[in-house]
């Protein structure tokens, strides 16, 4: 057994050994690399390959620790990289078009829209946009429309159909397992709960639904009708009609320019290029277009900045991370652009569904003080909704732009009640207490009526608390706010109609708005906030390791996309902690 036991230490020591090595070539590379040398150079005559498979967030992130910043694969670049790299192509001379190759897109709608805007601008130099793909989704299509010619593979397919969003019920599940959520909301419209609650959609879900696919609808098809010259009838008919379901069809409904293999569209850019068809031209990646764009040092000429502070993801308790809004991580980058005398205004980017109610209160206490000094803007981005337009709600203005989810100004309390299944299973339970309401709350007893009424109170009283900084914020009554609240979700057209925001417009409206208010023409831009995450952390993350993959991603492998959606939607009901702000379920447009 010792000699068993001295192989054992042996064989760990090598690893532990090897692992130390392998960490401590990258924390070298971390220190002495990252030069000029590992950045893509851009040629002459070179054509952007807009490839945007793995970009679907805001902002890439940075941490305090530059060992981490070189190790996490969220240092890649963000979707703000992408936005900034384009209007830089659109003034350098060695770029002369962009190439949009059988992308399969991860970016929201509204993150779609911004693009599209910054594309049909980028055309305005002389510049080509041209696409091409084997299979055509429709989210894909609403962004490949900007393009001068659209290519599509003579066996391919194309969607165009119009939007649904599948909801899914879990009420017979629980009765089946014995495993119930115990609700308590305030708002009509606060669905994010129903499908504990139900087999079956609401009337009120069902109309606030309709009313949101049909405005996002509405926005597609005429940013569509814009830029294929179609008139929106026809659109909607070709969609009612699957008009356009096969590369034929496509063509004779004016939705694609060309059917035709990727050599051929290769050869199309080629002519545009005049590059002779038997040469390569040059290509150059969007990502690494933006990191060489990032590492040139800024020709402006000031001290003036605007502090873009990204707030993206579920809300929740602690310091936060790059897919999480934690207060701490929110507070220090608000502290630190408020002190900042070179700091003239701050800009909030949100993408959240919202979450903690408490987190939320926090992060807006903390903006009402930023008010004070300088101006804030917020910049919507996919989704504002509930706390995540707790956080946006006092600002001195407020853009989104029009398929934005916002609203979903509601709270709800939900807790797992294990009762039936432990009745099933054999368990039971005594509590011994001092006091009446003494005792925990137990779930594997029913909800106590006074735990149920205590539970009751905190909801409605932070319901009232949460309209009332809406109704102070946009300078409308308790009464006005509480109409039009109820946990419903408007898009932001409809947010502008309901005066939830001021205008209609991109990260650049808001940066816009934000140098008006602050009284400054030129500036720089500071990203925040920065994480407080060390090399332990790091590892104890398994998502982090660039090398590992996570056990999520065996289990999305093994049961299948749709499943583990809904897994994870079960999972985050059952990890909630105190009351939530949270915008109704996961809307997944298709």
């Given at each position: 057994m010792k000699f068993l036991g001295n192989i054992i230490a042996t064989v760990i020591g090598i690893f532990v050994f090897m692992m130390l090595v392998f960490f401590g070539i990258l924390f070298l590379g971390a220190i002495f690399g990252g030069g000029d040398s590992d950045i893509v150079?851009?040629?002459?005559?070179?054509?952007?390959?807009?490839?945007?498979?793995?970009i679907y967030l805001d902002y890439k992130g940075k941490y305090s620790d530059p060992l981490v910043t070189f190790l996490s694969k969220n240092t890649e670049v963000g979707f703000s990289d992408v936005i900034n790299a384009i209007e830089h192509a659109k003034n350098d001379d060695k770029i002369k078009g962009i190439s949009i190759l059988n992308n399969f897109s991860s970016l929201g709608l509204a993150q779609s829209k911004s693009l599209r805007e910054k594309l049909i601008d980028f055309k305005k130099s002389g510049k080509f946009v041209v696409a091409y793909s084997n299979y055509l989704t429709q989210r894909d299509y609403y962004l490949n429309s900007v393009a001068d010619t659209i290519y599509l593979n003579p066996v391919g397919e194309m969607e165009f159909k119009g939007l649904s969003s599948e909801i899914l019920f879990f009420k017979d599940l629980q009765e089946k397992s014995g495993v119930k959520m115990e609700v308590i909301r305030h708002g009509k419209y606060k669905s994010a709960v129903e499908p504990f609650l139900e087999n079956e959609i609401s009337a009120e879900n069902r109309e606030q639904m309709t009313s949101l696919l049909n405005s996002v609808w509405t926005t597609m098809v005429e940013d569509i009708s814009k830029s294929r010259k179609i008139s929106v009838d026809s659109l909607n008919s070709i969609a009612t009609n699957?008009?356009?379901?096969?590369?034929?069809?496509?063509l004779s409904s004016k939705l694609i320019d060309k059917i035709g293999y990727e050599d051929e569209y290769h050869d199309g850019i080629r002519t545009a290029l005049k590059v002779d068809f038997d040469e390569d031209y040059k290509t150059i990646e969007i990502a690494d277009y933006a990191q060489n764009f990032l590492t040139k040092p800024s020709k402006i000429s000031t001290k003036d900045k605007i502090a873009i502070i990204y707030a993206q993801g579920e809300i929740m308790g602690g310091d936060?991370?790059?897919?999480?809004?934690?207060?701490?991580?929110?507070?220090?980058?608000?502290?630190?652009?408020?002190?900042?005398?070179?700091?003239?205004?701050?800009?909030?980017?949100?993408?959240?569904?919202?979450?903690?109610?408490?987190?939320?209160?926090?992060?807006?206490?903390?903006?009402e003080i930023a008010k004070k000094s300088k101006p804030v803007v917020v910049s919507m981005g996919n989704v504002a909704a509930s706390g995540g337009y707790y956080i946006a709600c006092n600002a001195d203005k407020i853009i989104a732009e029009p398929t934005t989810i916002t609203g979903s100004i509601g709270v709800f309390g939900a807790i797992p009640n294990m009762t039936e299944l432990s009745k099933k299973i054999g368990i039971n339970t005594s509590i011994i207490k001092t006091h009446d309401n003494a005792g925990e709350y137990s779930v594997f007893k029913p909800l106590d009526p006074t735990l149920r009424a205590t539970i009751t109170e905190s909801?409605?009283?932070?319901?009232?608390?949460?309209?009332?900084?809406?109704?102070?914020?946009?300078?409308?009554?308790?009464?006005?706010?509480?109409?039009?609240?109820?946990?419903?979700?408007?898009?932001?057209?409809?947010?502008l109609e309901l005066g939830l925001v001021d205008q209609l417009g991109g990260l650049d409206t808001a940066l816009a708005e934000a140098a008006k208010l602050a009284k400054i023409k030129k500036y720089k831009i500071l990203n925040l906030p920065e994480f407080d995450k060390n090399f332990m952390d790091f590892l104890n993350d398994s998502n982090s390791l660039p090398f590992a993959k996570s056990k999520e991603a065996y289990i999305r492998e093994e049961i299948g996309i749709e499943a583990y959606q809904t897994l994870q939607q079960i999972k985050k009901m059952s990890q909630q902690k105190g009351v939530q702000a949270l915008m109704p379920y996961e809307i997944r447009i298709k």
């Open positions: 150079k851009v040629e002459k005559n070179s054509v952007i390959e807009l490839n945007l498979e793995d699957l008009s356009a379901r096969t590369p034929e069809m496509a936060g991370d790059v897919t999480i809004i934690g207060e701490g991580a929110m507070r220090k980058a608000l502290i630190e652009a408020r002190k900042d005398k070179n700091v003239k205004a701050i800009v909030l980017r949100v993408d959240s569904p919202g979450g903690s109610a408490l987190t939320s209160e926090l992060i807006w206490r903390e903006i909801i409605e009283n932070i319901y009232t608390t949460f309209v009332t900084r809406v109704a102070v914020g946009r300078k409308m009554t308790f009464a006005q706010v509480d109409e039009i609240a109820q946990g419903r979700v408007w898009t932001g057209t409809e947010a």
